[in-house]
């Protein structure tokens, strides 16, 4: 079967890595050929990014096998026609990577048609599949008891729902963002407080956390005014900046691994304290939407946690004690299937097309100019009428009907 996602692109769809010089002569074309799509790197390149300006140099001068000189402090010299460059491209349409001399001769390039295109060639049907709904499945590949209907809490750097999972492409949406997402206040405090953000900017923080104090810092948790199970860290973010200025920290362009030890426990403090109110925030959320889906669906058991944030080691043990007490079961994919993966949405397509749910193939002969219903921004399921939130509006800009409506308005229709 051929599967296509209406997932979100990944960080890697525009960029550029440093090759080792010592493997061009055997396999500039093997590399190409190992490249396996978007956010999936070749093993024949160290994936640390290049600044145009050829600044920090000396971070990647042994991953990256050029001989440089250190022409000062902040930067290094070297020849243009030493550097080689790979260069990566994705979007809805397309994934081209070429391989390029600093002195600009090309030394390889392929570009790859999208899933459609490949589905028309090779006749075969196609699947489309929601991002969100991809991380909520996935569960049940892990669990194979899982059965709907089930509470999920999706938690990743740009989203955070809460949605009731009546049964496959029937979804009630109990909670979302009102601004930002939980992983995207990680990766900010993170890099505030000048951690390594090579590994995550969430498990850099974690790792911190538990070197500090969770109550030495007096954040307020949001949004608890509003009795809903919408969620927001904009404001929790503000918190962060004002105590890490009140501190006197100075974090800008200054590693946490060069300051002394008063400052470290300082900014782990900051760390933890931050992370006991984000999770504090997530568990009342998640503490009324149980109240509410046991209202809608008494027979749930269990409330799937997915996500990339849902790798957080302390997200899932507090996460855990909210469930326990509360008789219901956590289940969690374990961290390598939370994260951005192609394991959901291969499921997620074998689930839905076992529900006789496909496209038939495409014509091979299909125009390249032809017109695409993308949906960038497409609910998961219809919002339950006591979750519309009291605080700021949601943006509902180009938002297209939800999944679950239009499985079930397609539904009728063959009746």
């Not at 046991?294 to 996500?307: A, D, F, H, Q, R």
Request: charged share 20%.
């Amino acid at each position: 079967m051929a599967f296509s996602t209406l997932a979100s692109p990944l960080w890697l769809s525009r960029s550029a890595f440093f090759l080792k010089t010592s493997l061009l002569h055997s396999g500039t074309r093997a590399l190409t050929r190992r490249f396996t799509g978007p956010g999936q790197p070749s093993t024949f390149f160290s994936p640390i990014s290049l600044k145009p300006s050829f600044k920090h140099l000396s971070a990647i001068r042994s991953a990256s096998g050029i001989v440089a000189q250190k022409s000062s402090d902040s930067e290094w010299s070297l020849a243009r026609e030493d550097v080689v460059i790979l260069g990566i491209e994705t979007s809805c349409d397309d994934t081209a990577a070429a391989v390029v001399r600093g002195n600009g001769e090309i030394l390889s390039q392929v570009v790859s048609s999208q899933a459609r295109r490949i589905a028309g060639k090779f006749s075969l049907p196609i699947i489309s599949v929601h991002h969100m709904e991809a991380h909520a499945l996935v569960a049940r590949l892990v669990e194979k008891d899982l059965q709907f209907p089930f509470l999920a809490l999706l938690i990743s750097g740009g989203h955070n729902l809460l949605i009731l999972a009546h049964g496959l492409g029937h979804y009630v949406q109990l909670g979302t963002t009102i601004d930002d997402a939980i992983g995207e206040a990680y990766d900010k405090t993170a890099r505030w407080l000048g951690l390594d953000m090579r590994k995550g900017g969430g498990p850099a923080l974690e790792e911190l956390a538990r070197e500090g104090d969770a109550k030495a810092i007096k954040f307020s948790i949001p949004m608890r005014q509003h009795k809903d199970c919408n969620f927001s860290y904009a404001g929790l973010k503000t918190q962060v900046r004002i105590a890490i200025e009140s501190k006197n920290l100075s974090v800008e362009n200054n590693s946490i691994s060069s300051t002394s030890s008063h400052e470290r426990r300082l900014r782990a403090d900051i760390a933890a304290s931050f992370q006991r109110v984000a999770v504090l925030h997530l568990e009342e959320r998640c503490e009324r939407a149980i109240e509410w889906a046991m209202n809608i669906e008494p027979s749930i058991k269990c409330l799937v946690v997915s996500g990339g944030v849902a790798s957080n080691q302390y997200v899932r043990t507090r996460l855990n004690h909210v469930v326990e007490k509360n008789g219901l079961q956590l289940v969690c994919p374990p961290p390598s299937l939370c994260t951005d993966n192609g394991v959901m949405v291969a499921w997620t397509g074998i689930e839905h097309f076992f529900c006789g749910r496909f496209d038939p193939p495409p014509r091979a002969d299909e125009p390249k100019d032809s017109m695409f219903d993308l949906r960038p921004r497409w609910p998961l399921g219809e919002e339950y009428s006591q979750g519309k939130s009291g605080a700021r509006s949601l943006k509902r800009a180009r938002l297209h009907p939800s999944l679950t409506s239009i499985i079930q308005g397609s539904a009728q229709q063959q009746v």
